[in-house]
């Protein structure tokens, strides 16, 4: 045959091919109105189990797992199409709209000075914020209900994931609902009259010694671990100590009146953190645009690709994934994912359901208005 032949018969193959979708998928929404009349879940992974095995089987050698991979693919559709029929036929979900303008009790990790205080008021303009010393016990205030709100550093645009943040999401109940970012510019401060080749140790947080680093290895400092840049200028405040600094804001340095040695320290200028506000029950307010879930998956070929697949066929544009480790003594592993989208959106619900029945363990952990 001529290449034209060929590619001819391709064609009617991909007619044919395209018409017995087409019918399937009518098939399909049969099912699913069989389903929600006798109260039936979509996903059935026992009957999807025994199709896929089926096609493997039977197919021609070679093809068996690319067999597979199509018909997976293709119930992943039929899944989503079964979801968006029972949704639609659903109430529109409701939700608390936040309540962050009455808000009195507000709590942050750091003290006066800390980039997580600039972050907590531009959410809450002339409120009293209230300090704690880690973020584990801003995260166990919020789920008591001792703070209405939380304010958290999450994510830096040098050095990446606040990981002691992330690592603590899935041990508390909590429910994002508001995100902005603070423009992180960090100085070297130090006690007045302090100079600048005197200094040999520096204290700060690690995420903002990471942030400096070039900074610190080309003059040779010794940097030390600290809870917050705040705290770390509070330390050098009162240490009576001239050959060591603090790496922090300006204003951070001012209130604790400390002598700048150097500005705009950081490895890349400029240099942002992203801050979650987190409150104990779900709020979703209209303009909210930005969910997160925790996820984790089943350790077999194709699982993740699976999941990801899901955000294609739903047409939803995924901003952020990452993994971080149990830490069960295991190797296994938790996904962090956000994707753009509002939860009173019944798409959006859909998406949801058929999501979290192809999880192994799934957690929604809010859907954040991004503040600008």
């Known amino acids: 045959m001529e290449l034209q032949e060929i590619r001819n018969e391709i064609d009617r193959l991909d007619k044919q ?58 119930m992943s559709i039929s899944s989503q199409l079964q979801q968006k029929m029972l949704v639609a036929a659903e109430d529109a979900p409701n939700f608390k709209t936040p309540r962050m303008k009455e808000a009195v009790r507000v709590g942050c990790q750091g003290t006066v000075g800390a980039n997580s205080e600039t972050a907590a008021q531009a959410f809450f303009p002339e409120r009293h914020i209230q300090f704690y010393p880690t973020f584990e016990q801003v995260f166990e205030a919020v789920e008591s209900g001792e703070l209405e709100y939380g304010v958290l550093p999450i994510y830096n645009s040098t050095s990446g994931t606040v990981t002691q943040t992330v690592d ?15 423009e992180v510019m960090h100085c070297l401060a130090a006690l007045p009259d302090a100079k600048m080749e005197n200094i040999t140790e520096v204290y700060s947080h690690p995420q903002a010694l990471s942030q400096c680093s070039d900074f610190l290895d080309a ?51 400029p240099n942002f953190t992203q801050f979650i506000c987190i409150t104990k029950d779900m709020q979703v307010a209209e303009n909210a645009s930005v969910i997160s879930v925790m996820l984790s998956i089943s350790n077999e070929p194709g699982s993740l ?68």
């Open 17 to 74: 091919i395209q018409s017995l979708f087409e019918e399937r998928m009518l098939l399909c929404q049969d099912v699913a109105r069989y389903k929600k009349a006798h109260n039936m879940p979509v996903f059935q992974a026992g009957r999807e189990q025994q199709i896929l095995d089926r096609v493997e089987q039977n197919a021609k050698e070679g093809l068996g797992l690319a067999s597979r991979t199509m018909f997976a693919n293709m």
């Open 168 to 182: 603590l999401m899935g041990k508390y109940s909590f429910f994002i609902t508001a995100m902005n970012q603070v």
């Open 219 to 269: 003059r040779s400092l010794h940097s030390h671990d600290y809870s917050n840049t705040a705290t770390a200028a509070k330390m050098v405040a009162e240490s009576g100590d001239k050959t060591i600094a603090a790496i922090c804001s300006e204003d951070c340095a001012k209130h604790n009146r400390l002598q700048i040695l150097a500005s705009r320290i950081s490895n890349v200028v």
């Open 305 to 372: 690709s699976r999941i990801l697949n899901k955000f294609f066929l739903y047409g939803l544009d995924m901003t952020k994934i990452e993994s971080r480790p149990i830490r069960d003594g295991s190797f296994d592993v938790v996904f962090h994912i956000d994707f753009k989208g509002n939860l009173r959106d019944r798409s959006i619900a859909a998406f949801l359901n058929d999501l979290c029945k192809s999880c192994r363990d799934f957690k929604l952990l809010g859907n954040a208005v991004v503040m600008v």
